[in-house]
């Protein structure tokens, strides 16, 4: 089993709407929860942590279960720009290595 | 945050030939990390770039053809060792600027072997 699993989508949504997509994990030690965002042929960029108590950036909310072991993230009125590729990134406690999920495509369509 | 440049930006490689990647920070760091993104897959630790002493790999990967260097705290080599077609990747490297805090990726480097 993966460390750490995502929906691979792609999610195809007009502009304005919101979307959202989970990530699981498998090490119910797991300390740090992370969004990164690739865009295509790019590297990954720091989209937010994800904290215990569930966070919001902006347009942004990032929510964390550690009883279910999972993460998501919520995009509301999706602007074209969104369009990339989530990566769901999970830090062990035990060392300060990561595991990334394979990301969740978003494409948003005018 | 941190600016990490990485040189080359991209190539293109001779089966059984080496290149080595340039990873350069603007600031002092503890960890520097490599990794390899495969077309259509997600990110793998190669190993962490340890200052002053050997890199620590990860499993299936060996210092024979991946040997990294880490002459000081804000520069580190990877170098692609007898490349083959399979080799033809995104190689990352990034740095944790705090313990505890997220990475920062270089912007990449796009190697492909014909």
């Known amino acids: 089993r993966k460390e750490v699993e995502q929906d691979p989508g792609p999610f195809n949504v007009p502009e304005g709407a919101t979307v959202a997509f989970n990530c699981t994990y498998s090490?119910?030690?797991?300390?740090?929860f992370f969004w990164y965002r690739q865009d295509c042929r790019k590297e990954p960029k720091l989209l937010m942590s994800?904290?215990?108590s569930g966070n919001e950036d902006g347009r942004f909310t990032a929510q964390l279960n550690r009883a279910s072991q999972y993460i998501s993230l919520l995009i509301r009125d999706s602007k074209l720009s969104d369009s990339a590729t989530y990566l769901c990134?999970?830090?062990?406690?035990?060392?300060?290595?990561?595991?990334f999920g394979a990301g969740t495509t978003v494409t948003v369509r005018a | 945050s941190a600016v990490i440049s990485q040189k080359p930006s991209r190539d293109i490689c001779q089966r059984g030939t080496s290149l080595t990647i340039q990873c350069q920070v603007d600031s002092q760091v503890t960890m520097m990390f490599w990794y390899r993104q495969q077309p259509g897959q997600s990110l793998t630790l190669i190993a962490t770039a340890n200052q002053g002493s050997e890199a620590t790999y990860e499993s299936g990967f060996v210092i024979d053809k991946f040997p990294i260097s880490r002459p000081n705290l804000t520069f580190s080599t990877l170098t692609v060792s007898n490349m083959s077609p399979e080799d033809s990747s995104i190689y990352l490297c990034s740095v944790e600027l705090r313990e505890g805090q997220p990475q920062h990726f270089g912007d990449g480097t796009r190697l492909s072997i014909l």
């Open positions: 990134v999970v830090r062990r406690s035990n060392d300060y290595k990561l595991s």
């Open positions: 090490n119910s030690a797991s300390q740090s």
């Open positions: 994800v904290y215990s």
